[in-house]
């Protein structure tokens, strides 16, 4: 939760003008497609972690935030693009939805084989 908190607090300072750091949603395409990017990438990291420690409390969470990067990615992001910029964002969020939906596949949903 804070490594989130940190990477939220770095966006925001990256795209601060002055001395403070301000949460601004919507004041540029760039910072919003920054925190999509960022959420995203640690929303996929936090899965991996979660795999390889084989926690079901990290799947889930990783799960749950990529679902909501993906709404935010549709139902937000996608309105304030045109053109070119819309299909290269469809295309890559399809690009790692299908990465995600590997990974789940392959490590997380095998059923256990009969010993038998």
């Avoid at 795209?15 to 995203?40: C, E, H, K, M, N």
């Avoid at 709404?71 to 910029?85: I, M, P, R, W």
Wanted: charged residues 10%; contains cysteine; hydrophobic residues 60%.
């Amino acid at each position: 939760m804070l490594l989130f908190l940190l990477l939220n607090i770095e966006i925001a300072d990256f795209y601060a003008t002055g001395p403070t750091i301000t949460f601004r949603i919507g004041a540029a395409v760039s910072q919003d497609l920054t925190y999509t990017i960022g959420w995203l990438a640690f929303g996929l990291i936090l899965l991996g972690a979660g795999i390889s420690i084989k926690s079901h409390a990290a799947r889930m969470s990783a799960v749950s935030l990529i679902a909501v990067t993906t709404l935010k990615c549709f139902l937000y992001d996608l309105a304030s693009l045109e053109g070119l910029y819309k299909v290269a964002s469809l295309m890559g969020l399809a690009f790692s939805l299908v990465i995600v939906a590997l990974v789940l596949q392959r490590f997380v949903l095998v059923k256990p084989e009969d010993a038998a």
